[in-house]
């Protein structure tokens, strides 16, 4: 994999971002930070992938990434975080492993006769891949929702109230 | 409050504190997936206001989320009439979504970059164009006549790897294994997923299991579509 390639992938992870933006009905002027996030996020994940870190760890990162970048240009735009960090974060969804591990319950499922040797070579792929697809999924949510819960207390809203509040009282 | 369409617990009850600071109340509420129970006290901790409200089940909407919150800003800045609150939620909710054609574009295009994602080659992109382009307009036209949304997405799904499976069927040496497991991508319930980790971190553990529950099922109903077409091609 070179870097063209690695640029490539990016860009197409930005096109995903931005087709999933305008499926949830984002308001266009947050489009071009959704593309700009979800092309970042892809090309960490890559990135990572190609200093052979494993899938799980890249994927945190970039969910990550997309998060923190998603909370400080929400305030720059003026949007909820989460309507830009959402949408950034959908194409780093592993669906080719979600795909082999369904397909992978169905041939268990099947009425074909197995041997033993078989059966454990298909449920390892299975579970291998299956629990890959849901560690991911878990890891995204995390790493978007991470940035959220740290920097809430501290967030701009929160300090304004409290200056308000103080107000009142004196 | 149409807070149904995709924003999490945490905001919700953000957004109805810094209203109700606003206007020198204290806001309690119970929010569940379907109904808000909300009590309105002033600052005499007297009852002023106590409803239930039923919430709508519309779909995700990122215009009505942020919009909301904006306008939950401007008024503990500026003390808004109720009047003008009203107008400007009317005027929220009229404010059209994309056309139709854009939609679908840019979706089917998301689709491509998803099969690019997954190493699929140039042929398998414009499989997973096709069937995403009319996997989507599946479901928008079965949404319109209200069907039940899970059968919506049963359907779309179906209907994408049916034609991605056609795809792969009859040139079985394109590499379209890619196209066939990333044309169905766009029905993923990303939204309530995300969410409910959020409430889950949160300590909103009853609406984090809602929202989860309401995901699975969505994913089954891909799954199941899927499955169809895999036994029918019996890949």
Known sequence: MDYIHLILKAFAGGVAAIGFAVLLNANRSSLATIFFLGATGVFIKTGLLFFNFNIIIASFFGAIMVGFSSYFLALYIKKPPLTIAIPSVIPMIPGLFLYRMMIGFVELAGSKEFSEHEFVKLLSYTYSNGIKAIFILCVLAIGISFPYLIFRKSSMHYLRKREAKKGVVK | ?235
């Open chain 2, 1 to 235: 409050m149409l807070q149904s369409s995709g924003a999490c617990t945490a905001r919700i009850r953000i957004i109805l504190h810094r209203i109700a600071n606003a206007y020198d109340m204290n806001a309690d509420a119970l929010i569940t997936h379907r109904a808000i129970i909300l009590t309105l006290l002033n600052n005499q901790e007297e009852p002023v206001f106590n409803n239930i409200k039923r919430t709508i089940p519309i779909g995700v909407n990122f215009k009505i989320v942020s919009g909301i919150s904006l306008i939950g800003m401007s008024i503990e800045n500026d003390k808004w009439e109720l009047d003008r609150i009203s107008s400007e939620l009317d005027k929220l909710e009229k404010t059209p979504s994309y056309n139709r054609l854009v939609i679908l574009s840019a979706v089917s295009l998301a689709g491509a970059g998803f099969c690019f994602l997954s190493d699929g080659n140039l042929f398998s992109m414009a499989v997973c164009f096709a069937a995403t382009f009319i996997g989507l307009f599946v479901k928008q036209e079965t949404t319109r006549i209200h069907l039940n949304p899970n059968l919506c997405v049963f359907l779309a799904a179906f209907t994408a790897t049916m034609i991605a499976g056609t795809f792969r069927h009859f040139f079985p040496e394109g590499g379209l294994e890619q196209g066939f497991a990333t044309s169905v991508l766009f029905l993923i319930p990303g939204v309530p997923l995300i969410n409910s980790f959020i409430d889950f971190i949160d300590g909103n553990l009853l609406n984090g299991i809602i929202r989860l529950t309401n995901g699975l099922i969505f994913s089954i109903m891909i799954a199941i579509g899927m499955i169809c077409s895999i036994v029918i091609f019996n890949f």
